[in-house]
C-alpha cells in the first residue's frame, strides 16, 4: 500500500508530494521575496537575522543553507564567512534556486550553489561547522530523514538551526486564523495570482510539528542540547541542536 502524507490539509501519497510543493514554488518564485515582506510586514528579516545571530557563525566557517530558495540566509552568512569561508546555497526547485543564485551575484556574493533535496545531501559527512533550514522543513515529506541528512554533514561541534512557523500563543489563534486563510489567499491572488499557494503555507503551517514535537524530531535524529527560542509569540520558532 502507498505511504500516505500530507500537502495543506489534504492527505496524499507520499510519492505525489514532492510534485505538488515543486509547483507551488515554480508559481511564486519570482515574487517570492515581495510577497515574504508584505506577508510578514518584514518581520522575515528579523526572524532570519535571529537566526543568524545565534547561529555562532564566524570567520572561515562552513554553512550549508539548505532549502535556501532565494538566498536570503546565504547572502548574510557569506558575509559572516568572509573570504576564507564557504557558504553553499542549495534547494530541491531550480525556480527557486536560479533567483536565489541571481540575487546573489547582484549582491556580489560568489558562492557555491547546488540542486538538491534535503533528504540526500551530496555533501561528505561531518563536513559543516553549520547547517541552516528556513521556511522549508514544513516542505519535506520525510521530515526525520531531512533532519538526520542534515546532522549527518555536520561536523562534530557543528549546530542546525531549524527556523520555522510554529504554534502561535493560544489567544492569538483567532485572529492569526482570520490573517492565514482570508488575508494570504487574497495577497496571493492580487500579487501573484495564485491564492491556492498561499493556501497551501496557511494549511502547511497548521500541519507541521509544535514547538516541543520538533524538539523531539531532532533529539531523535540524534542531535543534542535542542532549544528553541519562540519568536513573535511563537508565529516563528528557531530551534538549534549540536551534533556531539
Ligand atoms: C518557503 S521557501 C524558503 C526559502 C528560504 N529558505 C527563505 O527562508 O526565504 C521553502 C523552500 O524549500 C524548498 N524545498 C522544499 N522541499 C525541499 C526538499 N526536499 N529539499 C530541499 N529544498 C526543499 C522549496 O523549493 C523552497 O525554495
Known amino acids: ?44 528579516r528579523l526572524w532570519k537575522m535571529f537566526a543568524i545571530e545565534i547561529s555562532g557563525v564566524g570567520s572561515g566557517d562552513r554553512v550549508l543553507d539548505v532549502a535556501g530558495g532565494t538566498g536570503d540566509l546565504s547572502a548574510a552568512f557569506a558575509k559572516r564567512v568572509g573570504p576564507t569561508g564557504e557558504v553553499w546555497l542549495t534547494d530541491i526547485n531550480n525556480a527557486m534556486l536560479t533567483r536565489g543564485r541571481d540575487r546573489l551575484l547582484d549582491a556580489g556574493v560568489l558562492g557555491p550553489v547546488a540542486q538538491c533535496d534535503a533528504e540526500k545531501l551530496p ?45 502561535v500563543w493560544k489567544p492569538l489563534e483567532p485572529a492569526y486564523d482570520f490573517y492565514s486563510f482570508k488575508i494570504l489567499p487574497w495577497l496571493g491572488s492580487k500579487v501573484v495570482n495564485d491564492p491556492d499557494s498561499y493556501r497551501y503555507l496557511a494549511e502547511s503551517i497548521r500541519m507541521h510539528p509544535d514547538q516541543a514535537t520538533l524538539k523531539s524530531m531532532m533529539e531523535g535524529a540524534g542531535l543534542a542540547r535542542v532549544d528553541y527560542f ?15
Open 123 to 167: 555533501f561528505p559527512s561531518d563536513h559543516f561547522d553549520c547547517v541552516t533550514v528556513a521556511f522549508g522543513l514544513r516542505n519535506m515529506t520525510h521530515k526525520e530523514s531531512a533532519i538526520a541528512e542534515m546532522r549527518r554533514v555536520l561536523k562534530p561541534g557543528g549546530r542546525l538551526l531549524v527556523l520555522e512557523f510554529s504554534k
Open 230 to 244: 519562540n519568536l513573535t509569540a511563537g508565529v516563528v520558532a528557531l530551534h538549534r541542536g549540536y551534533k556531539l
Open 1 to 44: 500500500m502507498t505511504n500516505q502524507t500530507h500537502f495543506g490539509f489534504e492527505t496524499v501519497a507520499e510519492e505525489e508530494k514532492a510534485g505538488r510543493v515543486a509547483g507551488v514554488f515554480s508559481s511564486v518564485a519570482q515574487k517570492y521575496d515581495i510577497m515574504n515582506d508584505l506577508m510578514s510586514m518584514g518581520l522575515h
